[in-house]
């Protein structure tokens, strides 16, 4: 695309979400038509309608969009916290939310801060690291595994699983369904041996409180099995991925990269300008459940899929006057983790470890550069480095 985009296919591996053409079709204005039918370009507008109430969370009919109407994956997708709406959703995020309040989570730091040291320490002497597969996989499965109570050292099978899962919110779905599926399958079998467990000998992890919250609260064991596979799944690819991308973005500005390293202090709002200018979570999706008149030409009929690209909304000029990367700016809440009911449930999980994890690479891996170009997904749907080397200042 050179000119303004006045359609985009966001089905297409080759579309860029972040492209000058995006950017441009949002001066003109702030809609267009897409493949799964329109997406929003601009910050006051999106984040409107994510809180618009005529709309409901919009993923329970991804499956669908892409030809797969039944099977395992199809009916486990229909039953996660993504699909679920009113009274279902509410219950289901009430009994998941102690587990992810920020408390909670910030007494986990120091674990993440030393499980962080480790992984640096087996790399930062030689110089040189596929940032991927050395830090952001094990890094953030093992937070997982933490956070459930399973045995660390069980990571690499349960990043295994959760990365081919993961494969389900990119656009080559379809040609990824029995992967997906294989997957599905494994951590299925994995949790119910881990919530047998939980019920022959409370730990007092995660698992063991939505195992009594079963009897107490009316959780059944369908939905605790989804809602674990879905957490093992969703906190693994997305913190993985925006690790990367956050990487990439800061090593595209050397002096934003030592700055970090020299301020850990900054950790948390690098992690919020990151999301806001490369965000893993490309577009967030909502459905109209009444026919929507949105203005400017734009009318929704009942069931139609909006889309809100979340970086064209979070550079949008007209919200950030200079939208330029800067870790020490005061912005507008990006719009990476959504907005409203469905405003995602591990966010503060996400904001912990990441604000733990970019000071501490910066300062470990200092005048870090791209060793190659790397691997990546497309830029659309949920993104991120399948594989990314980098070169630095060795032994800090």
Same mark, same amino acid.
């Given at each position: ?12 591996? =080759? ?7 995006? *950017?441009?079709? /949002?001066?003109?204005? !702030? #809609?267009? %038509? $897409? ?24 993923? =329970? ?7 797969? *109407?039944?099977? /395992?994956?199809?009916? !486990? #997708?229909? %039953? $996660? ?24 989570? =910030? ?290």
């Amino acid at each position: 695309m050179t000119g303004p985009a006045s359609y985009l296919d966001l089905a297409d591996p =080759a579309c860029d979400v972040t492209s000058p053409a995006v *950017h441009a079709a /949002r001066e003109e204005r !702030w #809609w267009v %038509e $897409t493949s799964y039918g329109w997406a929003v370009l601009r910050y006051a507008e999106g984040s409107a309608l994510l809180r618009d109430r005529r709309f409901r969370q919009g993923n =329970a009919r991804w499956p669908e969009q892409n030809g797969i *109407h039944s099977g /395992r994956f199809a009916g !486990w #997708w229909k %039953e $996660t916290l993504l699909s679920l709406e009113g009274d279902d959703h509410a219950r289901l995020r009430r009994l998941l939310m102690p587990a992810f309040r920020n408390k909670t989570i =910030a007494a986990m730091q120091p674990r993440f801060q030393a499980l962080a040291d480790e992984l640096v320490d087996g790399f930062a002497p030689r110089g040189q690291v596929e940032l991927i597969s050395e830090f952001a996989e094990p890094y953030a499965a093992r937070i997982i595994c933490v956070l459930l109570g399973l045995p660390e050292d069980h990571w690499p099978q349960v990043a295994h699983w959760a990365d081919d899962l993961g494969k389900a919110f990119g656009t080559a779905i379809a040609d990824d369904l029995p992967r997906i599926e294989a997957a599905l399958d494994g951590l299925y079998s994995y949790v119910d041996d881990v919530v047998a467990a939980r019920r022959a000998t409370p730990t007092g992890d995660l698992v063991s409180t939505l195992v009594a919250a079963q009897e107490a609260d009316g959780l059944s064991a369908r939905e605790l099995g989804v809602a674990l596979v879905f957490l093992a799944m969703a906190g693994m690819e997305t913190t993985r991925n925006q690790i990367g991308l956050a990487v990439q973005t800061l090593l595209r500005h050397p002096d934003q990269w030592a700055l970090l390293g020299s301020r850990p202090d900054l950790g948390a709002s690098a992690v919020e300008e990151v999301m806001r200018v490369n965000p893993t979570v490309t577009w967030v999706t909502r459905e109209a459940l009444e026919e929507v008149d949105l203005g400017d030409g734009l009318v929704v009929p009942p069931g139609g899929i909006v889309q809100v690209l979340s970086h064209a909304a979070g550079t949008d000029p007209s919200a950030m006057p200079d939208p330029s990367f800067d870790i020490t700016a005061s912005r507008p809440p990006h719009l990476g983790f959504g907005a409203g009911a469905h405003h995602c449930l591990g966010h503060f999980v996400a904001r912990t470890d990441m604000a733990v994890a970019l000071p501490l690479l910066a300062r470990r891996m200092p005048g870090a550069v791209a060793d190659g170009p790397g691997s990546w997904l497309p830029v659309s749907g949920n993104t991120g480095a399948l594989a990314f080397p980098i070169a630095f200042e060795p032994g800090h």
